[in-house]
């Protein structure tokens, strides 16, 4: 036996809750738990399931919206072009005037007047015309307007549409484009 006083016995100090009052006492280890361990959480057949029916949906959704936003920018583009080349013709009808015209009824080798033409650089080449306007045919008509004052005009009318079986006629809604100009004789 050793001589040394018996080591007096401190009582635990009880655990505090974050309230300050002493925390409830853990129930015991057996409660919950299988076989001793903890009990593992993890996602069951359905909830996985579940899950991957919402991602897809939501993936499915995604891949619409990008395709609607492609359709719509392709039409936009094409209609665009189809404009710029109904307006090309007018112009230069306009900057050549109705004197000219009235003189020159079947039109410029480049713009004919009166038959389909395939848009294409043709002897021009430096308008800078992109490849897609290839794609495009266009119809110049001209017709001459009077009315009982003998005030006399010329109509100028293009119509474009897309060619046959090309891409252009995919991606546009609409079947053709059509621009008018009047064209006025100059005062004397």
Do not use: H, K
């Amino acid at each position: 036996m050793s001589d040394r006083p018996p080591r007096a016995v401190c009582p635990r100090r009880p655990r505090l809750a974050p309230s300050g009052r002493p925390a409830r006492p853990s129930s015991s280890p057996a409660i919950g738990r299988r076989g001793g361990r903890a009990p593992r959480r993890a996602f069951t057949l359905i909830e996985v399931l579940v899950a991957m029916i919402f991602l897809s949906l939501a993936l499915l959704s995604l891949m619409w919206m990008n395709q609607a936003s492609t359709r719509g920018a392709m039409d936009a583009y094409y209609e665009f072009l189809g404009q710029s080349l109904a307006q090309e013709p007018l112009e230069v009808y306009r900057a050549l005037g109705y004197d000219w015209l009235a003189r020159n009824p079947s039109g410029l080798p480049d713009l004919p007047i009166g038959a389909w033409q395939d848009v294409s650089d043709g002897p021009t080449p430096d308008l800078g015309r992109p490849a897609e306007a290839g794609f495009f045919s266009r119809l110049i008509e001209t017709a001459r307007i009077t009315d009982g004052t003998g005030l006399s005009a010329l109509r100028l009318t293009v119509t474009v549409r897309p060619r046959q079986l090309g891409r252009v006629e995919a991606w546009l809604t609409r079947n053709q484009i059509t621009r008018t100009a009047l064209l006025f004789p100059r005062p004397p």
